[in-house]
């Protein structure tokens, strides 16, 4: 596997990687977030600059997550404390395939039990099975699907012991 290291704090880069993502997977005829929405501005607007996780191979940008302490819209009954949300993973089409999706969360899944929260959550588009394949492969188990607004989601939790 390729070197790489990474950055916390980055929206630009974080940005970067994910609009190149978004527009191969329209190109691709699968588009999964609106373009607009990626915007360093747009995204700072619902996850924190600080929540950001880039992957860097040399003086690139190459993959991008946030990570958040709560997220009260996708999994409102949970309790303060217990847990870390996933959102926005990415990662450039010339990195897929190769193992980096998995490299992003196992990191994601280190940083939560660095933290001390007991699960690692997150949701996905349910009519994306290849992603929802990808993260049940590494043990993350689907416990529910949710609309919220025009989208169905799938959420997935993975419990992190110490």
Wanted: hydrophobic letters at 40%; glycine letters at 6%.
């Amino acid at each position: 596997m390729t070197e790489f290291h990474f950055t916390a704090g980055d929206v630009e880069a974080a940005s970067a990687v994910l609009l190149v993502t978004a527009e191969a997977l329209i190109e691709r005829g699968q588009p999964l977030w609106p373009l607009a929405s990626l915007t360093p501005q747009r995204l700072l607007r619902h996850y924190p600059l600080e929540s950001w996780r880039v992957a860097w191979h040399g003086e690139q940008p190459v993959a991008a997550y946030s990570l958040l302490p709560s997220d009260p819209l996708f999994w409102p009954d949970d309790a303060p404390g217990e847990a870390l949300y996933l959102h926005k993973l990415g990662v450039v089409p010339q990195c897929q395939g190769q193992g980096l999706a998995q490299v992003m969360l196992r990191r994601a899944v280190q940083e939560t039990r660095e933290r001390q929260r007991h699960w690692l959550k997150l949701d996905t588009a349910s009519n994306r099975q290849k992603l929802r394949d990808l993260y049940t492969s590494i043990g993350f188990a689907e416990v529910g699907e949710k609309q919220v607004g025009p989208y169905l989601v799938t959420l997935l939790r993975l419990r992190v012991t110490s």
